[in-house]
């Protein structure tokens, strides 16, 4: 079992400054061929019958580090955390079986709706396999200056560079991806720069009015490497799987929650 997880534990690497992280796989499993081959005349020799071995002899290798310790989107160090494990924790027939069995019985409780989103979520989620981390949006637009805008156009940006994201069950603020980061900051960063025209004002100019080491000048100041097209339409069947669920819910009144506890009098 230990072998079986050295390539889905990986380390994170983490940028000190910005949303960007890399993971860093322990090692990878190779099967020893000469090894199989023994296996193989072994039985072959009790039994007269050519038989593969049911789990092949494999080795495993430490990987070395395939990426700078620099981080590409604003020059900052990466830190080292972890291990974690990348394989999936959700079992997608089991997701599918409680969803129809919910939905089966969601006249019997008032919170199935708030059930089948979040379940409706987790489906979703299924889209990008062996993601256990996301990201947050709301301090990527914070860290450039720019003004947050519609989901369909977040989807649809990322799809037009060939990847996928979807919202978390759990928090509309963070995303999963199986885009590179750079990828996500780049949009974000070509929808800035399209504002700011719109706007008449001059991006670079803007840009030298940061100080001269903060955050948003470093960012903004590296060049556009994936280029979204914000009018990029997603295939019909791309288009269902986005659809939006009403699965984050707001507080039905102010000050809504647990109250003081109750005090008797005597």
């Known amino acids: 079992m230990c ?29 020893i061929e000469e090894d199989e081959k023994k296996f193989k005349r072994k039985v072959k020799a009790k039994t007269g019958k050519s038989q593969k071995p049911k789990y092949p002899p494999k080795k495993s290798k430490l990987t070395h580090l395939k990426f700078s ?25 089991f997701v599918d079986e409680l969803k129809e069995l919910v939905s089966g019985v969601k006249d019997n409780f008032k919170t199935s709706k708030r059930i089948l989103n979040t379940l409706t979520g987790i489906q979703l989620e299924f889209q990008i396999p062996n993601a256990p981390l996301s990201i947050d949006v709301s301090h990527i637009q914070a860290e450039i200056k720019c003004p ?10 990322i799809a037009s560079l060939g990847f996928k994201c979807v919202q978390t069950y759990y928090n509309p603020n963070l995303w ?4 590179p980061l750079q990828a996500f900051y780049d949009v974000y960063k070509s929808f800035w ?27 903004l100041s590296k ?32 000050h809504w929650g647990p109250r003081a506890r109750a005090v008797g009098k005597d």
């Open 3 to 31: 072998k079986e997880d050295i390539e889905a534990t990986k380390l994170v690497y983490q940028c000190s400054s910005c949303q960007n992280f890399k993971f860093h796989q322990f090692g990878h499993r190779k099967i």
């Open 69 to 93: 310790n620099i981080c590409e989107i604003c020059d900052e160090e990466f830190v080292v955390g972890g291990p974690i494990l990348t394989r999936d924790i959700h079992q997608q027939k």
């Open 148 to 157: 947050a805008f519609k989901r369909k156009k977040v989807i649809n940006s």
């Open 176 to 179: 999963k991806t199986d885009a």
């Open 193 to 219: 720069f399209i504002l700011m025209e719109k706007e008449g004002k001059d991006p670079k100019t803007i840009i030298e009015e940061f100080p001269e080491d903060s955050k948003p000048r470093r960012i």
């Open 223 to 254: 060049p556009i490497v994936y280029k979204p097209d914000f009018e990029f339409e997603p295939k019909e069947e791309d288009k269902l799987k986005q659809k939006q669920r009403g699965q984050y819910f707001v507080n039905p009144e102010s």
